[in-house]
């Protein structure tokens, strides 16, 4: 018997987990729900389109409701909401209101005997367990964490706000020398500055002034002042070429030591990704299998990565697992 | 109230342990447990020293003991056999036996209502949750797993083994082209060969044949043959100056594809450790934490890795780890 899939909201990322879906045999795509006219919406496996009025009735016959909204505005309502009535999985990133968004996916998924399980992916996701497992094995190290090179959206956007600029695509990319400190254990205290710089490409509308553009963009508060930002100007056919993708990745470094400190460890977590919205959807898939488990175990409520046992990811058997990849 | 850790055996790895339970300020080292007479075994930290023969009683006061025992006489017989009495957590790796392994730990450990927790460590143990988690997160993709630059005790005890041999190092060296290879994405098919060459520093007694020495090295089954091996004849300072650490590490690369398959991710864990021992018994020691919760939750049987959440290990707090590493 398959687990039966749903997604919430069909951008990038619910691309991305419709793609993983497909790579899990024990896994069926029931239909991607969505809150714009469902005939208006072509799903890239021909998977079904609902409108999210028939999702809200609660009575679709889904086990997990992959919840691929924005973390500013549509998560914060829509996994409570639908934790009432779904096994619920996301990947909310607002940092600081993690806890609320926790307390809140908790006490609706305890009174409807579902799990809600927040934060999922890579960052976070992969990168906390990388974080926890180091803290947890050498008590009292540093870890950091780089990003890139890779897409940043939020960053992207930001630059398309300006005026004169039709298209903009901005690259984090962490410091060479930065990294190698981090890795050889030196414990160095870094500041943003060192830690990573930002790299643009941005079509200008015919005409507009490139160098107030370029000054708007390095002054920018929050988003470039604090970096060393580079901006190149380039054609609509080079952005299309070469940075139609959305790669990214980055490392978790953990840095600690045991005895009397004279004994170094250096741990160290790196991904490399072609794309950042189909890994993204890669980890909610495997995780929405473990919602599911738990949930028929008899468990319910809120759950992070850190509530989850690994072989609860996995399709395989405690004894293949043992066999094969311990 | 701390978790009272034992620890059998006082090896190497059995002072890596008693070094990690110093940097958890939640547990408490009640005693070493050894074979040979107390009396005659002084530990770093001073803890006492207690003979087997009182462990054997079953009545020691301790809610995990650490067995740090070899895989291939030791373990078998020790973690089923005090699995009876105690919650246990060993290191046992070999690869070929861990089914029977864990069986025979887990009827006693059922009966005994305890938690035996085996093939604990960096690898088995780290390593293998990261094939887990990548090979879940990315199903098709290929595992590879590189050891070293390190110390392999068991080849240094091989050359040791050589008669006109007096001390002996034996390294394993990962190719660096085939890591550049697998971390590109190419997934290329490896032999042992292509792998790992091994590095040896050996100091023959006065007057050996060390042409005949270096012969039997690199023609030696299983150990060499099947490898590039470089011979080094040094003196018996030199290895005590340049060679009397234990370090090691490696790394775990798993490299899939999402979507059509055109889109490739790597994924790679990677561990550089100054002591072997001390990073094991690190590893150790967090997952006694898990196996003393997972037993006072009402848990009993055998376990690995795989079937421990990783909040476990850690001694804060849900709302913290959420709040800190999410």
């Excluded at 919406?41 to 999702?55: D, F, H, I, P, R």
């Excluded at 990811?313 to 004894?319: A, K, Q, T, V, Y």
């Amino acid at each position: 018997m398959s687990i039966k899939i749903g997604i919430l909201g069909y951008g990038n990322l619910g691309r991305g987990v419709e793609q993983a879906v497909l790579h899990n045999s024990d896994m069926e795509l029931v239909a991607v729900y969505s809150r714009r006219d469902p005939a208006s919406v072509k799903t890239v496996t021909g998977v079904k389109v609902v409108s999210t009025e028939v999702l809200d009735e609660g009575k679709e016959d889904i086990d997990v409701l992959i919840i691929c909204g924005g973390s500013a505005t549509d998560l914060p309502q829509m996994t409570p909401k639908y934790a009432a009535m779904y096994n619920v999985i996301d990947s909310f990133d607002t940092h600081a209101n993690i806890p609320v968004h926790f307390a809140n996916v908790d006490s609706a998924a305890k009174a409807s005997g579902k799990v809600g399980l927040i934060s999922c992916g890579w960052d976070p996701g992969m990168f906390s367990l990388n974080r926890l497992y180091a803290e947890s094995v050498l008590p009292g190290g540093k870890a950091y964490t780089f990003w890139g090179k890779g897409v940043s959206q939020g960053h992207s956007d930001a630059i398309r706000r300006i005026d004169g600029v039709k298209d903009a695509r901005q690259y984090t990319v962490p410091v060479d020398a930065a990294l190698e400190a981090v890795r050889s254990g030196k414990n160095p205290e870094l500041t943003t500055r060192e830690k990573h710089t930002r790299l643009c490409y941005v079509v200008a509308e015919d005409g507009a002034d490139k160098a107030r553009i370029e000054e708007e963009i390095k002054t920018m508060p929050n988003y470039f002042a604090d970096y060393d930002t580079t901006v190149n100007f380039i054609s609509e056919e080079e952005m299309k070429q070469n940075h139609s993708g959305l790669p990214h990745g980055g490392s978790v470094i953990y840095s600690g030591s045991t005895g009397d400190g004279s004994m170094k460890h250096v741990i160290e977590y790196k991904l490399t990704l072609d794309s950042n919205p189909e890994f993204t959807g890669s980890v909610l898939t495997a995780y929405a299998r473990a919602v599911y488990r738990m949930n028929k175990d008899g468990q319910s409520g809120a759950r992070t990565v850190f509530d989850v046992a690994p072989a609860q990811l996995s399709p395989l058997s405690g004894d293949d697992i043992r066999a094969h990849m311990l």
